[in-house]
Nanobody, 119 residues
Framework: VQLVESGGALVQPGGSLRLSCTAS????????MKWYRQAPGKEREWVAS????????DYAASMTGRFTISRDNAKSTVYLQMNSLKPEDTAVYYC?????????????WGQGTQVTVSS
């Protein structure tokens, strides 16, 4: 099982980034996919989720309207489009997959990708 994030970078305030997370080793199309982030000295926090049934989405309040989560099941990839970035968005962003296989829940994590918002 692998979740590989990419797309993190240094960006100026007000800028945009698109993160990608490519999955392998499990049934991506049957998994709820989520993004989390962890800033230095803070706990990991949930950012956004996308369902596998209808691709419905949900966002943390501080990201609503700025971030967009999407998925491409054919590519086993989930994306996080981040616009109007703020310095407080600086964090390591993690991809997470949850679901069930053979009556067993799974909860997989990627290694994270660094996003730094600074002038």
């Amino acid at each position: 099982v692998q979740l590989v994030e990419s797309g993190g970078a240094l960006v100026q305030p007000g800028g945009s980034l698109r993160l990608s997370c490519t999955a392998s080793g499990f049934t991506f199309s049957s998994s709820v996919m989520k993004w989390y982030r962890q800033a230095p000295g803070k706990e990991r926090e949930w950012v956004a989720s996308i369902n596998y049934l209808d691709s419905s989405t949900d966002y943390a309040a501080s990201m609503t309207g700025r971030f967009t989560i999407s998925r491409d099941n054919a590519k086993s990839t989930v994306y996080l489009q981040m616009n109007s970035l703020k310095p407080e968005d600086t964090a390591v962003y993690y991809c997470n997959a949850v679901g069930a296989a053979d009556a067993t829940w799974y909860d997989y994590w990627g290694q994270g990708t660094q996003v730094t918002v600074s002038s």
